[in-house]
């Protein structure tokens, strides 16, 4: 079942799905709006992307080393509980992972850099549907020097903006095992939208994952976006670093308007 056929989303309930707001075919049926003037969109490439406090650039074989410093020390176990490979113990484990991931036929995958330090996360746009316009971004992982930072928020921007605004894509994708819930309010926080649960989607590390799903699509980005660019910009810190105003309140108001 997928999550728009979920109980919580049901069709039958849905306003998306009534006559009035997708139109009629000629057998009286509803039906989505045209796209006549849609094509394809470009498959993601490595790429790189600059903004105040995070550089964010194609995986490189040169990145192993300070990756792994960032995110595979002892005391890093819990930062890989709900990725689908154990932390790599050894530098030569972290080589073996970054071989893995730049020999992937389709999935890009990125490093996050803060500014005048080393890499300190990665995130991959994958699971790409070029025909379509669907990209999800997954993977996610970054070091506690980074979490809660303007670096980390930046560098999510910066691949959502790349997706949408660069690449045209319709939709773009957050999907989580149900019990993270981090990911769940960094999604929520982040502007993408609950959308249901596959239950007992994934067998990974001897244990079921149930799959949250989460989505922006093009409609709702140029909201989102401004909510994002408001909350970046530096006249929304105090002189010690405080934000004014949380992301989750601008998305919030971005949402109603």
């Known amino acids: 079942m997928s999550p728009e056929n979920s109980p919580e989303n049901s069709p039958e309930t849905s306003p998306e799905t009534s006559p009035d707001a997708r139109g009629v ?50 005391d890093d176990d819990a930062l890989w509980t709900y990725r689908f490979g154990e932390r790599p113990q050894t530098r030569a484990a972290m080589e073996t992972a970054v071989e893995g991931m730049l020999a992937h036929p389709t ?15 990665l995130a991959t746009l994958m699971r790409v549907d070029a025909a379509n316009g669907v ?26 903006h790349h997706v949408f605004d660069a690449l045209g894509y319709r939709r773009y994708e957050w999907k989580c095992d149900s ?55 530096p006249a929304n810190f105090d002189d010690h670093g405080r934000q004014r105003s949380s ?3 601008l998305v919030t108001s971005a949402r109603q308007r």
């Open 135 to 160: 990209v999800e971004v997954g993977s996610i992982i970054v070091a506690r020097s980074m979490q809660r930072t303007p670096a980390s928020t930046e560098a999510m921007y910066l691949l959502a």
């Open 179 to 233: 019990r993270n819930k981090p990911s769940r309010r960094a999604a929520a926080r982040l502007g993408f939208s609950y959308e249901g649960r596959f239950r007992n989607a994934v067998v990974y590390k001897g244990r079921n994952r149930d799959t949250d799903w989460f989505s922006i699509t093009d409609e709702e980005w140029p909201r989102i976006r401004a909510a994002h660019e408001t909350w970046l910009d």
């Open 25 to 74: 075919n000629q057998h009286g049926q509803p039906v989505g709006e045209p796209l006549d003037d849609w094509t394809p969109r470009p498959v993601p490439v490595p790429v790189v992307l600059t903004g105040r406090h995070v550089t964010v650039s194609g995986l490189e074989h040169q990145h192993t080393e300070a990756l792994h410093e960032a995110l595979a020390n002892a």
């Open 247 to 249: 992301l989750g309140d």
């Open 107 to 121: 999935d890009v995958t990125f490093v996050l850099t803060p500014h005048e330090r080393g890499p300190e996360g």
